[in-house]
């Protein structure tokens, strides 16, 4: 039941950065190879969030407005605990971000240039996780920052 996509464009893979293709050259010649080390282990993981970052525009929108809320929180004197648990939230919407981002890339590979009515499947709701832990970021960093916010608003007015 799958059909082809018609569009005028085809679709194009974003770029791939540079540390990941020469990471993968020099280190290891078949994806399913183990890292050698730890290091190398690390190296993977930040070249995908460098791919996310460099690729993905909700990342970059996560990372800025997650960015804002601790800065916010840091200027409005949270306590520790409110911004360890609005700095929880903010990881949790990042690493759904970039789970979002391989099952978009791992779909897209399976797929190709087709149209399957599972793949649309596991694309929305990769991507209904992260508006959801967005929702709830939201959500929670609003409740710890308004009241001490509002508070210096109407300090700010009334002198």
Not at 78 to 86: T, Y
């Amino acid at each position: 039941m799958s059909q082809q996509v018609s569009s005028p464009a085809k679709a194009s893979l974003p770029p791939v950065p540079e540390c990941i293709e020469t990471v993968v050259s020099k280190q290891r010649e078949f994806s399913w190879q183990v890292a050698s080390n730890l290091f190398i282990s690390f190296k993977y993981a930040w070249c995908g969030i460098s791919y996310a970052f460099q690729t993905q525009r909700n990342f970059r929108i996560h990372v800025s407005v997650g960015a804002f809320a601790i800065g916010l929180s840091i200027f409005l004197h949270l306590k520790s605990v409110e911004i360890a648990v609005i700095g929880l939230t903010i990881g949790l919407v990042l690493a759904l971000e970039l789970l979002n981002t391989a099952i978009e890339s791992i779909v897209d590979l399976t797929v190709k240039q087709t149209y399957h009515e599972l793949a649309k499947i596991a694309k929305d709701c990769a991507a209904g996780a992260v508006l959801v832990s967005a929702l709830v970021a939201v959500t929670v960093a609003a409740t710890l920052l308004l009241p001490p916010l509002l508070a210096l608003v109407l300090g700010l007015v009334s002198s």
